[in-house]
């Protein structure tokens, strides 16, 4: 009889790395099926086709770092992230431009930092602030969403991403833009004159929003992940709307239901800031983290210059983390209070 | 109903105790052969009192404690001594070490032993006293000796008397069976220690997933209402003492002090029957209960074991299909230990042997990245950072590791359980934690080596200093001399010194004229020399003096006379040519 | 005052830079002797890294010798019985990139203590004068023996023994000093990685 000498605990949960990524994959899917309901297949094109150009990346950097292919392509997280990226990029983008982003994201951001749970910034929004930053005009540009244009197909949202320059879509100002673009207007005069503002928050925006939060909360009865930073973030970001709101003008920044199923506010605050390698650490960490993105989230998109802000927020949020770490350590059996850091 | 507190963290792993308890606690007799280290619990190894070839009775004393932390240790059964040798022991290290190995003759004869009458008229001391003799050690986990434990800090009280019936560890049920079948015995043991504590309160804490053993405590304390039995929610690591603290009281131990610092003293149900048996009945420890479970035995069961009973012995009584098993365990699935040999004995600590399939506890998969996901944190039950922990330990940054409180994680697992990425965090812990302790005695040695270096550094100098100045002393006297001899006009002392000698030589070099006066003188005064020698052994004859002077006497007369007739002769030899 | 400073700049720079040098040179003085350093505090933090086996290995008789010249600008790493953990440590404390181990000086081994086969002595008190830190206990014409605590294995009484009796042992693992290693850092070859169970060892 050989028996093995290995250190306890002998018994182990269930959890595993690919189970959580599976998960959060799962999740996306009612959002997907929304985005895919309301602005046509260009989604669905985008994320098939980041799939495919993530896994290649990832591929490609394993085996140039000598990993095992097997081993690491299994956990999924490239998976995740090449999903998560194309849910964000507009729809009807080009072949090229989702590469670039999926390339930043997988190479630049993940791999060169060691692979995954080594990557101080989200992947995800590293490509994508990659792409707004080199290809602002490509990345404002949003199909209209059905009821208010022509929806294109399967054949025509291929062509779109394959052949872009054959291709000649519809693009349409979203409502945060036009929140941006008017100022002085009664909100009653600016929901008449913008029919694309629907009724809260944008039609289509709004169950897209919805169906992230489904998901989201799925994931949370699924223990992937805890409520604080999400809720913080949502919290925060309703709290500044409130405050700001002034409950009429165009000029203010919308009001909290508005800003809360507006733009990439439901999937940003469930798979975005609850990616776990970039955030912070501690429970109280993840509450300041969320609200950290909250605030910024609603400063970059009153006052700032880029269409939506869960990128930058998210990313700076990442710079404040270890930080955020080092302030928020929770207070240890027995002991009195978190060791003061020096 | 009392109040019950929550702990922070914890998990609800499988808890497989059924297959244990289906029948009751059955004897597992006496092995061929009894192996009993002499370090069975922490602290210093017992000292050996017999020696091999020894008859010796059950319950006699067989090596005594050497220090404060140690405990006496008694033959199990009747038998002889076969060997006094280095063993495999149950320890995760797999080292073997000292044990006193007893041929079992199967008599199982009793050494005379006798209890209190009634311990209620002796006083704790006397009681602590009988605790230590008998070898008591905790039997829930690190097998601190009990006596050391009760005997506390002087001049504090106990507020809290708490009695741990938790047993939250997977598979185990020792003390699920004990409270059982013996729950009246508990409550005495538990009565001669609130005798000896004089706490204000007694709480026995157990998880609300025995309901058995809580209903033959409650009926037991029906009749004797002096101990509170206090239910609580199954969660690991409940029976921790710390948890068990909070859970009971609410009340946090200190880091880094002890349950008596607030008050409170932790004590095994199993202690409990343990310090019954001594006071009452006079019976050293010398066996306990075991479960052997796991689904590579066919029939998992508690065991009543003498102590220093081969494993093996008892999975072969369980019935332990050996191609099933690929690890062996001493204790839960949680905390647990493996054992790589089933010849090491059952100790005091001993409440579980493990043997699981490979199906049932599969080892664990290749380590995944850490994504930093946080769930070993929530499941932490000391609030600690598990995944910054890790990050830390990978990098060997001890003083990061315990500002972020290494010391305060009490090992339990929960964080390994949980973690989806299985990285072996506990050993990454235990590790660390191991080398910040070499460290640090590296460190005191290192001071110490210093300050002895330092010291001779000094001593050297001093010594030094003191030669330079007795040469001064000595120069300065010379030059003294030579004033004073060239005051007085006489001649200098040192330079007819030189000239005596320089004329002896020339003396010698003269030639052998006066070779054999000087080897006349020679022998007078070796003849001299032996006659002093031989009035000095007539003395020491009459004056009765020891043996051994008196041979060193004779010695060298008899040493001095060879050298006398050697001289004879050659002088003889010498005149005739 | 102002016609004067453009009347004549080289002059009013020269008097504005020796107005303000005076005073702040005065405070340096002030400074240099209100808050002058006892001893050398960087030798002393150096010497408590170095591992004080005072085995001279380095070149320099003793351990607090060489922090001395570490301080005035010796290399850092020339101390075999303190490896490379030594080196990182100074290197963090003096700021500077951790260079390898100076394989001239010797390697860094496995800890040693020195143990005399007692029946083999002759007691020459050789061993004795030669120990460091007094680590040998022993008397002219009587058996010498190593007080294996203090003993910083530094191997200086090896060499004067007359009659070679002295070995060097290596300290045993032992249940007291055994204990679990870091697992097995997960190794970059792609065949092992897939079968390896990082932590599992085997035992006969």
């Known amino acids: 009889m050989s028996l093995m000498r290995i250190s306890s605990p002998h018994a182990h949960g ?15 899917v009612p959002g997907l099926f929304l985005l895919t309901l309301f602005f046509g297949f260009g989604t669905l094109v985008n994320v098939a086709w980041a799939c495919i150009v993530g896994l290649a990346c990832e591929a490609l950097a394993l085996s140039l770092r000598g990993r095992s292919l097997a081993f690491y392509l299994k956990d999924g997280s490239a998976l995740v992230t090449c999903v998560l990226l194309g849910i964000a990029l507009p729809p009807y983008s080009p072949w090229w431009l989702i590469a670039v982003g999926v390339a930043s994201s997988i190479l630049m951001a993940k791999q060169l930092y060691g692979g995954l749970g080594y990557n101080p910034f989200n992947p995800a929004m590293v490509g994508y602030v990659v792409l707004l930053i080199s290809f602002p005009l490509q990345m404002s540009s949003w199909a209209p969403p059905r009821g208010l244009g022509d929806v294109p197909g399967l054949w025509e949202a291929l062509q779109a991403c394959f052949l872009p320059a054959q291709y000649d879509g519809l693009t349409m100002a979203t409502p945060l833009d036009i929140l941006r673009q008017n100022q002085g207007l009664l909100m009653e005069d600016l929901w008449a004159q913008s029919p694309q503002l629907g009724r809260w928050a944008g039609v289509g925006w709004e169950w897209v929003n919805l169906a992230f939060l489904a998901g989201g909360l799925w994931l949370l009865y699924r223990r992937i992940f805890t409520w604080h930073a999400p809720v913080a973030m949502l919290a925060s970001l309703s709290l500044m709307a409130a405050l700001f709101y002034d409950g009429g003008s165009s000029s203010s920044g919308g009001s909290p239901v508005f800003h809360l199923l507006s733009g990439a506010t439901m999937f940003g605050a469930f798979f975005i800031i609850t990616d776990p390698v970039s955030s912070a650490v501690s429970v109280r960490g993840r509450l300041v983290f969320g609200a950290l993105i909250g605030v910024l989230v609603y400063l970059i998109r009153v006052w700032g210059n880029y269409p939506d802000a869960i990128a930058f927020a998210v990313l700076i949020a990442n710079f404040a983390a270890p930080f955020i770490d080092h302030y928020t350590q929770p207070r240890v059996y027995g002991h009195k209070q978190p060791k003061s850091p020096e | 109903m009392r109040r019950v507190y929550d702990f922070h963290g914890g998990i609800h792993p499988a808890e497989n105790k059924h297959q244990s308890v289906r029948s009751g606690i059955r004897s597992a007799g006496v092995p061929a052969q009894l192996i009993l280290p002499l370090s069975q619990h922490i602290g210093a190894a017992a000292r050996p009192v017999v020696t091999v070839g020894d008859y010796v009775l059950k319950g006699q004393v067989i090596a005594e404690a050497a220090g404060h932390v140690s405990a006496t240790l008694h033959a199990p059964s009747s038998g002889r001594i ?14 073997p070490a000292p044990c006193i190995v007893i041929d079992c003759d199967q008599q199982d004869l009793w050494t005379p032993h006798q209890g209190v009458a009634d311990y209620r008229d002796c006083d704790a001391s006397e009681l602590l006293e009988l605790i230590s003799s008998a070898g008591i050690a905790g039997m829930g986990g690190a097998g601190f000796p009990t006596a050391v434990k009760l005997m506390g800090k002087p001049g504090r009280s106990v507020k809290t008397l708490i009695i741990n019936g938790t047993e939250c560890e997977p598979y185990i049920t020792a003390d699920d069976i004990l409270m059982r079948e013996r729950a009246a015995d508990i409550l005495e043991g538990v009565a001669i220690l609130q005798h000896i504590l004089q706490p204000e309160e007694t709480l026995l804490g157990l998880e609300d997933n025995k309901p058995e053993a809580i209903a033959a405590l409650r009926e037991a304390a029906a009749s004797a209402s002096h101990v509170e039995i206090v239910t609580f929610p199954t969660k690991y690591p ?21 349950p008596g610092d607030i008050g409170i003293v932790c004590q095994n149900v199993g202690t409990a029957v343990a310090v019954r048996d001594a006071v009452i ?10 479960t052997v479970t796991g689904d590579a035995v066919a029939t998992p069961q508690n065991f009543e074991v003498l102590l220093g009973t081969p494993m093996q012995h008892l999975l072969d009584l369980a019935g332990l299909q050996p191609e099933r098993c690929e690890r062996l365990v001493m204790g839960g699935p949680m905390m647990g230990f493996t054992v790589t040999n089933p010849q090491a004995p059952i100790v005091k600590t001993t409440n579980c042997i493990l043997a699981p399939t490979t199906a049932e506890l599969p080892p664990p998969p290749p380590a995944q990245p850490c994504i930093r996901c946080g769930l070993c944190a929530e499941a932490c039950p000391a609030s600690l950072l598990p995944q910054q922990l890790f990050w830390f330990a990978q990098g060997k940054e001890f003083e990061k590791l315990e500002q972020h409180n290494l010391f305060d994680c009490i090992e339990c697992g929960a964080c390994s359980w949980v973690c989806p990425s299985h990285i072996p965090l506990v050993q990454y812990y235990r590790a660390s934690k191991a080398d910040i302790l070499q460290q640090r005695r590296d460190h005191a040695k290192s001071e110490q080596a210093r300050e002895r270096f330092e010291a001779r550094q000094t001593r050297l100098a001093q010594e030094d200093e003191e030669r330079e100045a007795k040469r001064a002393a000595r120069k300065a006297a010379a030059e003294k001399r030579t004033q004073l001899a060239t005051q007085e006009g006489g001649e200098d002392p040192i330079q007819a010194a030189i000239d005596r ?16 006066a000087a080897a006349a003188s020679a022998l007078d005064t070796l003849r001299q020399k032996l006659e002093k020698a031989e009035q000095r052994l007539a003395q020491s004859h009459a004056s009765g003096e020891d043996a051994k002077i008196v041979a060193a006497l004779e010695a060298s007369a008899e040493r001095l006379r060879g050298k006398l007739t050697e001289a004879e002769s050659a002088a003889s030899e010498a005149g005739a040519s | 005052m102002m016609a004067w400073v453009t009347d004549y700049p080289l002059l009013a720079a020269l008097l504005a830079l020796v107005g303000l040098g005076a005073p702040f040179g005065a405070l340096l003085g002030f400074a240099a002797v209100r808050f002058r350093a006892e001893g050398n505090p960087i030798a002393d933090e150096i010497n408590a890294i170095l591992p004080q086996t005072q085995c001279g290995q380095c070149g320099f008789p003793g351990c607090r010798p060489y922090a001395e010249a570490i301080a005035g600008g010796e290399a850092i790493n020339k101390c075999p019985p303190g490896g490379e953990a030594t080196i990182q440590a100074l290197a963090d404390l003096l700021d500077v ?6 394989a001239e000086h010797g390697e860094e081994k496995v800890k040693t203590v020195a143990y005399i086969r007692e029946d083999e002595c002759i007691g020459c008190t050789k061993c004795i004068q030669a120990c460091p830190v007094d680590a040998i206990l022993g008397a002219a014409k009587q058996m010498h023996t190593v007080i294996a605590s203090e003993c910083t294995g ?6 004067p023994c007359p009659v070679d009796c002295i070995d060097m042992l290596p300290l045993e693992e032992s249940l007291q000093t055994w204990h679990w290693q870091l697992p097995a850092p997960r190794s970059n070859n792609l065949e092992i990685i897939a079968t390896d169970s990082a932590t599992a060892e085997r035992a006969a």
Request: net charge neutral; glycine share 12%.
């Open chain 2, 82 to 95: 076969s060997g006094i040798e280095d063993r495999p022991i149950p320890h995760p290290s797999g080292l």
């Open chain 3, 97 to 102: 990139e951790a260079p390898p181990l100076d």
């Open chain 3, 154 to 159: 530094c191997d200086l009484c090896v060499e």
């Open chain 2, 281 to 290: 009945y006079g019976r050293p420890l010398i066996s306990r209960i075991t």
């Open chain 1, 14 to 28: 269930t959890f595993s790395t690919g189970m959580v990524m599976r998960q959060v994959l799962l999740a996306t």
């Open chain 2, 238 to 258: 409940s029976g921790g003492e710390k948890q068990l603290i909070e859970i009971l009281t609410g009340k946090q131990v200190p880091a880094g002090g002890l």
């Open chain 2, 501 to 516: 000698a320089k004329a002896k030589k020339a003396a010698q070099q003269a030639g052998t004229g006066t070779e054999p």
